[in-house]
């Protein structure tokens, strides 16, 4: 019974492109979502959240959309860079649930120079 | 500030043993979570403290597995007896204010734990 899908295992992205990672969910009564990116033997790091009640958050080269309606939302690297080649894991909260993250299986991008 | 430390690193051990991970959390962090990742499948949260006390502890898989935090400070997680479908990596985190919302969690890098 996952609650957040992350369909796409792998991307890769040219140096200076737009990096676009998708992610869904199924539980409609999440209040935030996070992006955490993972380098390999190292642990998850945060990097961009966005509550239920917004639409857009950025962050410098990063941008969550979230689009409730449709239960998906992407994190948007403009432009990418080698150093963000990683694995990008979505997740999702509900507050009256605790405060246990769900994580996506990840996406690993590539960013080729 | 030191981070989340997390040891040992990796753990090779046969089924039927018994196998205790260590975390210490961010000083002056209260909320501490353990996690797991299996091969190939998403982080999987196991159970989170507030100071000592247990808070959520809803994705324990069962009774083999036994979580402490005496004093509110570091955490062991034990597996007893280990099973083969517990190999994964173990993450702690942790945080000041219990969150998960805006306000990071910081991750340790994790115990690679192999039941063989």
């Known amino acids: 019974d996952q609650q957040v899908k992350q369909n796409s295992p792998s991307l890769s992205v040219q140096e200076g492109r737009i990096s676009i990672l998708n992610c869904d969910y199924t539980?409609?009564?999440?209040?935030?979502f996070l992006w955490y990116k993972k380098y390999p033997a190292e642990g998850p790091t945060f990097l961009i959240s966005?509550?239920?009640?917004?639409d857009k958050n950025e962050d410098g080269r990063f941008t969550v959309f979230l689009n409730k309606s449709a239960k998906h939302l992407s994190l948007h690297i403009v432009p990418s860079q080698p150093g963000d080649s990683a694995v990008y894991f979505c997740?999702?909260?509900?507050?009256?649930?605790?405060?246990?993250?769900?994580f996506g299986k990840g996406t690993s991008l590539l960013v080729t120079p | 500030e030191a981070g989340v430390t997390q040891f040992p690193s990796h753990s090779v051990i046969e089924k039927g043993q018994t196998v205790t991970l260590r975390c210490d959390p961010i000083?002056?962090?209260?909320?501490l979570y353990w996690y797991r990742r299996v091969m190939g499948k998403e982080i999987k949260f196991l159970l989170h403290?507030?100071?000592?006390?247990?808070?959520?502890e809803s994705g324990m898989p069962n009774n083999r597995f036994l979580a402490e935090r005496t004093g509110g400070t570091y955490s062991t997680l034990k597996v007893q007896p280990a099973e083969l479908e517990d190999s994964g990596v173990y993450f702690c985190?942790?945080?000041?204010?219990?969150?998960?919302?805006?306000?990071?969690?910081?991750f340790g890098s994790g115990t690679q734990l192999s039941v063989l």
């Open positions: 985190a942790s945080s000041q204010l219990g969150g998960g919302t805006n306000e990071k969690l910081f």
């Open positions: 539980n409609s009564m999440f209040d935030y």
């Open positions: 966005i509550s239920s009640i917004k």
């Open positions: 997740a999702a909260l509900r507050i009256n649930s605790g405060y246990a993250l769900n």
């Open positions: 000083s002056g962090h209260d909320n």
């Open positions: 403290f507030v100071k000592e006390s247990k808070q959520d």
